[in-house]
């Protein structure tokens, strides 16, 4: 079945201690992208990866990294989470810019 | 003012019901158009593209009116499972990402 999985969908942690996110896709897909979602606001692009290694900020990058180096996998970094960066997170991916598809979400709570 | 701007609602309609929803764009350049669904907490996923022709998929058609810079998404015979978020998406010119809009809310009541 094709599609993107995401890890864990739930998160509750405490200021500064480092986490990542993981994302996943079976699609051969050379496009993916991270996305936060907070009420009032819609999806707003985190990063983005054109390909393995090649990857640049989007809207909202700083508190994020991102590392491609493998094209199904496609891991958000927080090293020093803070309460404003609780949020829903989505990863995407997709064979171009447009339409993309995307994981189930992961709800992260920064105490 | 917001790249793409759209009612939160919610529009509360009956089963049955023909309901339609717009969307504006700030930047008249805009290239691709798409209409996304996003039901509660779960991920959006894609309903349909919009063309410039305008564009049908059974009970949904999206258009475009690039003049006044909106896009439209008309739903008819409201089915209860129509019941979700629709969320604007425009990709701006040079840009290698989408822009999504905050969402509309639909609530098809019985």
């Known amino acids: 079945e094709a599609q993107v999985t995401q890890n864990p969908r739930y998160l509750i942690t405490v200021t500064g201690k480092k986490l990542t996110v993981t994302c996943s896709q079976n699609?051969?897909?050379?496009?993916m992208s991270w996305y936060r979602q907070d009420p009032g606001l819609g999806l707003r692009q985190i990063y983005y990866?054109?390909?393995?290694?090649?990857?640049d900020k989007g809207d909202v990058p700083e508190g994020y990294k991102v590392s491609r180096k493998e094209k199904r996998n496609f891991p958000l970094i927080l090293e020093s989470p803070s309460p404003n960066q609780t949020s829903l997170y989505f990863c995407?991916?997709?064979?171009?810019?447009?339409?993309?598809?995307f994981g189930p979400g992961t709800r992260l709570t920064v105490l | 003012r917001k790249e793409v701007e759209q009612d939160p609602g919610p529009f509360n309609v009956p089963e049955g019901a023909t309901v339609a929803f717009n969307c504006t764009y700030s930047?008249?350049?805009?290239?691709?158009f798409f209409w996304y669904r996003q039901d509660c907490r779960k991920e959006p996923k894609l309903l349909m593209s919009?063309?410039?022709s305008g564009n049908e998929d059974g009970r949904f058609t999206a258009q475009l009116n690039r003049a006044s810079q909106y896009i439209s998404l008309l739903i008819r015979d409201s089915k209860l499972s129509d019941s979700a978020t629709y969320l604007c998406?425009?990709?701006?010119?040079?840009?290698?990402?989408?822009?999504f809009g905050s969402g509309t809310r639909l609530q098809v009541q019985p």
């Open positions: 995407a991916s997709s064979p171009r810019f447009d339409e993309q598809f």
């Open positions: 699609m051969n897909h050379e496009y």
């Open positions: 990866s054109m390909n393995v290694e090649v990857t």
């Open positions: 930047n008249s350049a805009s290239q691709s």
């Open positions: 919009v063309y410039s």
């Open positions: 998406v425009v990709r701006p010119p040079g840009r290698r990402a989408l822009t």
